[in-house]
């Protein structure tokens, strides 16, 4: 099991240096999404060609949550996508460097068009890191961000508040 | 992804000559179950040692269901067995040849003890098959009967009706 320890922050829209790191394109579907497991299949798809991966979560306890990953075909999960999930996240992840770490800034497209995050992975939950320029207002234990809880309940709906 | 076409029965007390095949011990919980897709976690243990697997089942449409599944390490199903399925199922597969096929009879343990269930998987839904001496009532279509339903709602809850 991976204990994942993260903090999710709201992105300013300048600067967008963000934009300067490496692009992947996920798409994502929830199998489960209740508050004792989530169960997530994803495709990413890069310049290096497509993966794709079943993601197992545990209960989140702050900002830490247990976490199981395993390599499946990409041919499968899209079946997954396909008939199994009944609403599917579509977002740019782009790599962003930061002192000692590496951000994930993700652009949400479709239903969440509008919606910028940023996380940053953290090896203990009181491990010290530099916030950069373009991190806004932190989101970690807001429910509404939860990618699980966008599927559903789409940024678009929302009538607010603003990223920027 | 593979299609699980598979007919179920109840087993008759006698004659129990299915006790004679290979044993295995399952111990099975959900991470999910409703209607677009059922996804469980088993650990198998027998004679050649443990294996764990994580399955994903999509919507049942009559005796065909795709599925799709994949091993995952036997300490990390016995963690998700432990702390995020409300209910584990724990029964004895005994595999018993018939003919051109084997059957799985699944005595269950537990709050389920006192079922005993035969399943046969075939190739297609209209693929002939020899019904055993111990095979009784198909209940191929009787979802009290699915595992999945048998974890929230098990065997010694129902009252009846009896299984020889």
Same mark, same amino acid.
């Given at each position: 099991?991976?204990?994942?320890?993260?903090?999710?922050?709201?992105?300013?829209?300048?600067?967008?240096?963000?934009?300067?790191?490496?692009?992947?394109?996920?798409?994502?579907?929830?199998?489960?999404?209740?508050?004792?497991?989530?169960?997530?299949?994803?495709?990413?798809?890069?310049?290096?060609?497509?993966?794709?991966?079943?993601?197992?979560?545990?209960?989140?306890?702050?900002?830490?949550?247990?976490?199981?990953?395993?390599?499946?075909?990409?041919? *499968? +999960?899209?079946?997954?996508?396909?008939?199994?999930?009944?609403? =599917?996240? @579509?977002?740019? &992840? $782009?790599?962003?460097?930061?002192?000692?770490?590496?951000?994930?800034?993700?652009?949400?497209?479709?239903?969440?068009?509008?919606?910028?995050?940023?996380?940053?992975?953290?090896?203990?939950?009181? *491990? +010290?890191?530099?916030?950069?320029?373009?991190?806004?207002?932190? =989101?970690? @234990?807001?429910? &509404? $961000?939860?990618?699980?809880?966008?599927?559903?309940?789409?940024?678009?709906?929302?009538?607010?508040?603003?990223?920027?």
């Amino acid at each position: 099991m991976g204990i994942e320890i993260e903090r999710k922050f709201l992105v300013k829209s300048e600067p967008d240096s963000w934009r300067q790191g490496r692009a992947l394109r996920l798409t994502q579907g929830y199998l489960a999404k209740d508050k004792t497991s989530v169960v997530r299949v994803r495709v990413t798809r890069s310049s290096e060609g497509e993966e794709a991966w079943l993601t197992i979560k545990g209960p989140t306890a702050g900002a830490t949550r247990a976490e199981y990953e395993y390599p499946i075909p990409v041919s *499968e +999960a899209r079946e997954m996508l396909d008939t199994m999930c009944d609403s =599917v996240i @579509d977002k740019t &992840r $782009y790599l962003a460097p930061e002192g000692q770490h590496t951000w994930e800034v993700d652009e949400f497209h479709g239903a969440n068009d509008g919606l910028i995050v940023a996380e940053i992975e953290l090896d203990s939950e009181d *491990e +010290a890191f530099s916030l950069p320029p373009w991190a806004g207002q932190e =989101v970690t @234990d807001d429910s &509404r $961000y939860y990618n699980s809880s966008l599927s559903s309940h789409p940024f678009c709906d929302w009538g607010g508040p603003s990223t920027s």
